[in-house]
């Protein structure tokens, strides 16, 4: 029975406490660096697209909603030729950012993507592609990567040494 | 106000008709609530309002709340009407009726020739009904107070679990341990008949 | 009293009701939300009021289905029920000397006819709902409901016997020196946990309990039929508040700088305050522990108080 009245009793002094409600669309809610929220396809220092399309974050997606097309350029560039996420499927897992290796896809820290048509959920690549580096500035992958795309020549990556002269007897 | 009174009646034997040719449980008592308080207004209209607002409390608030809790515990459907639409043949009940109207007759007979007398009405205060319970009725008061003791006593009694009914697997946990060779020779047996038996005839283990 | 007095003041106590019932709505979101350390709905309206105004148009325009299973009249009328049965027990109950529908000489005894009858739109909206639910929350709900019926009666019993009368303007007077809660502490707290099982609120919302019945005796209805009990369960909080402020806590007597009306508004809003705060704060008991303390604990402990209260009035007599 005291303990009835005691919990009225806490229960009452909640009254003058702080609330913890955020006025949303007046009061942005704090969303930390590595919050997972919309998906974008970030550039190179370059300005060059990083995804190589290797399908991974397609294979890593567990409800299936990334759809793309691998194609080369002139150089031997790996790009995709489309690339799609429907988000009205996304459950924002973050499985795609960590199956990519070249740091192409991330996840940042905004959801305010709401649509009143479903089919707008649907984003194409020109609304996937970010005119930034993401949360990994300076990477370029066809910079460290071991062959030439049209970035380096072979061979003149930092942490690379010369191609080896395979007609040469010389070590 | 005898007009307030003769509508109350008219309300009541309509709803006590009602009450009577109803096919389903439920509906009838709910006429029969409806019959409870064109009873009450008419106590009301005659001046005796607390008896009035007792027929509402016990009557229509708990007895006939009780009867419908019974008839939901029952879980009389469909099948119930029918069988009642079955029995309600005329054959049934135009004979008691017919006996019934003569009665009538003779009642509105008498009823007209009595002289004409204005209805009078006198209010009863509750203070008359309470010293008359307690004074002159107190036998009668403290007799049915016997009864409603004894009905409770009775009710209590019957529903009294008296033997303690165990989970089967509580039961075995409370044999203890050292019944362990028992069970495993009941097993054995068990799997002995059902070998015997086929599997539709096992046999029901009352527990 | 003229006739046109009385049909305005009847229309008047119909309007200010169901304001206020309705306004409970708004009411009670925003002080659950209080007491749970949010804001609770602020967006429709000044502090979120039209709330009340948004909440009722969905409910008019939401499909009114009456399921092909259910026995149809019956479920149309167990709404109806609850309403009706309420309001009429705001009948007795005076907001002030002058306003009063009705101040019958078994005033309170006819309140407690009006709460009896409150019992059966529980128990046919359940049945006629034909849903194992439903019928599963009516059972509860009339048991409950029955038995609190009787400590409730028996609780206002020792106010009535220092009082020496049913009549509420009676009971009021009566308050003018000492308010009951003062002489009668046991009763008044008996009557309001009976108050709050009669109304069916939490903690001892067994017959609706969603946790376990879905929505109990109203998971079928829907639009405003269900707005119809939505409604009858506020007008039965501001019933039972109301009550609780005529009987212990002196009605509408008070100090005169506030009129008499005032008083008792702001004494019944307080209790309504303490049954959201209730609903805030406990936990529902189980069915059968809420009937054994009804049985076991509540009528020993009113009787007992009728006992006392008799043997000490006659005592003071000499």
């Known amino acids: 029975m005291f303990s009835h009245l005691r919990t009225i009793w806490l229960t009452f002094l909640h009254l003058f406490k702080k609330k913890v409600t955020i006025e949303y669309p007046e009061e942005k809610v704090k969303l930390r660096p590595r919050w997972r929220g919309r998906i974008v396809l970030t ?44 988000f009205s499927r996304c459950i924002f897992c973050g499985y ?65 040494e010369a191609p080896v002269d395979i007609h040469s007897l010389l070590p | 106000m005898p007009v307030l009174f003769y509508i109350a009646s008219v309300v009541a034997i309509i709803s006590t008709l009602m009450v009577i040719t109803r096919y389903q449980p439920i509906h009838a008592l709910l006429y029969l ?63 008691p009726s017919i006996l019934c109207l003569v009665l009538l007759t003779e009642l509105v007979i008498l009823l007209f020739r009595s002289p004409e007398v ?90 | 009293m ?25 009411v009670e979101r925003r002080m659950l939300a209080m007491w749970q350390e949010r804001l609770g709905p602020n967006r429709a309206g000044p502090f979120g009021i039209l709330i009340v105004l948004a909440d009722t148009l969905k ?39 002058t306003i009063i529908v009705a101040d019958l000489n078994v005033g309170l005894l006819f309140f407690l006819a009006m709460s009896s009858l409150g019992v059966y739109s529980i128990v046919l909206g359940g049945w006629a709902s034909n849903n194992k639910y439903s019928l599963l929350g009516a059972l509860r709900g009339a048991s409950q409901m029955i038995a609190y019926e009787v400590f409730m009666g028996l609780s206002l019993m020792g106010v009535v016997m220092m009082t020496g009368s049913f009549k509420l303007s009676d009971i009021v007077m009566a308050q003018k020196n000492m308010w009951f809660i003062v002489t009668q502490p046991l009763g008044a707290i008996i009557f309001f946990i009976a108050g709050i099982a009669e109304t069916h609120r939490l903690p001892f919302d067994i017959p609706e309990a969603e946790s376990e019945l879905i929505a109990g005796y109203h998971a079928e209805y829907s639009g405003m039929k269900f707005g119809m009990f939505f409604i009858g369960e506020y007008l039965g909080i501001t019933l039972i508040s109301a009550m609780m402020a005529t009987m212990f806590f002196g009605g509408y007597l008070g100090p005169a700088f506030l009129p008499p009306w005032a008083w008792f508004f702001l004494k019944t809003f307080a209790f309504i305050l ?40 006659l005592w003071l007599k000499g």
Not at chain 1, 106 to 117: H, S
Not at chain 2, 35 to 49: N, V, Y
Not at chain 3, 283 to 312: F, S
């Open chain 1, 43 to 86: 550039k190179d220092p370059d300005g060059d697209e990083r995804c190589v399309g290797c399908y991974l974050c397609a294979a890593a997606c567990p409800v299936d909603c990334i759809a793309l097309q691998a194609t080369e350029d002139e150089n031997g560039r790996r790009y995709p030729e489309f690339f799609r996420i429907n």
């Open chain 1, 96 to 160: 795609c950012e960590e199956a990519c290796p070249t740091y192409a896809i991330q996840l940042i820290p905004d959801f305010e993507m709401g649509e009143y048509k479903r089919q707008n959920l649907v984003f194409e690549k020109e609304d996937l592609l970010i005119d930034s580096e993401g949360k990994y500035p300076g990477y370029n992958y066809y910079k460290v990567a071991g062959i030439a795309a049209g970035v380096k020549a072979k061979g003149g990556g930092e942490t690379e």
């Open chain 2, 33 to 95: 609530v409806v019959s409870f308080l064109a009873m009450a207004m008419i106590f009301l209209s005659l001046g005796a309002p607390f008896v009035a607002i007792l027929e509402i409390i016990l009557y229509a608030g708990a007895i006939i709340v009780l009867l419908i809790f019974v008839v939901m515990m029952l879980n009389l459907g469909k099948d119930t009407a029918l069988q009642e639409r079955q029995w309600l043949q005329p054959k049934t009940w135009v004979g």
């Open chain 2, 118 to 207: 204005p209805m009078q009405v006198k209010p009863v205060p509750m203070r008359a009904v309470s010293i008359a319970l307690y004074k002159e009725y107190v036998i009668a008061v403290e007799l049915a107070g016997f009864l409603l003791m004894a009905g409770i006593v009775g009710a209590a009694h019957i529903s009294k679990h008296r033997k303690k009914h165990l989970h089967r697997f509580l039961q075995e946990e409370a044999k203890g341990p050292q019944r362990r060779a028992e069970k495993l020779t009941m097993i054995r047996e068990k799997e002995s008949t059902e070998a015997v038996l086929p599997a539709e005839k096992k046999p029901v283990k009352k527990t």
């Open chain 3, 59 to 97: 409910l008019f325009f939401k499909e009114d289905w009456i399921p092909p299973f259910a026995d149809k009249w019956i479920f149309i009328t167990a709404p109806a029920i609850v309403v009706a049965s309420v309001l009429m027990g705001f009948v007795i109950i005076p907001f002030t000397p």
């Open chain 3, 274 to 313: 303490f049954f959201i705060l209730l609903r805030a704060s406990l936990p529902r008991p189980r069915y059968d522990q809420l009937m054994e303390t009804g049985w076991k604990v509540l009528l020993p402990l009113v009787l007992l108080n009728i006992l006392v209260t008799g043997a000490v009035l």
């Open chain 3, 2 to 26: 003229t006739v046109l007095q009385h049909v305005l003041i009847v229309l008047g106590v119909l309007f200010v009701l169901l304001n206020i019932a309705a306004g409970l709505i708004w």
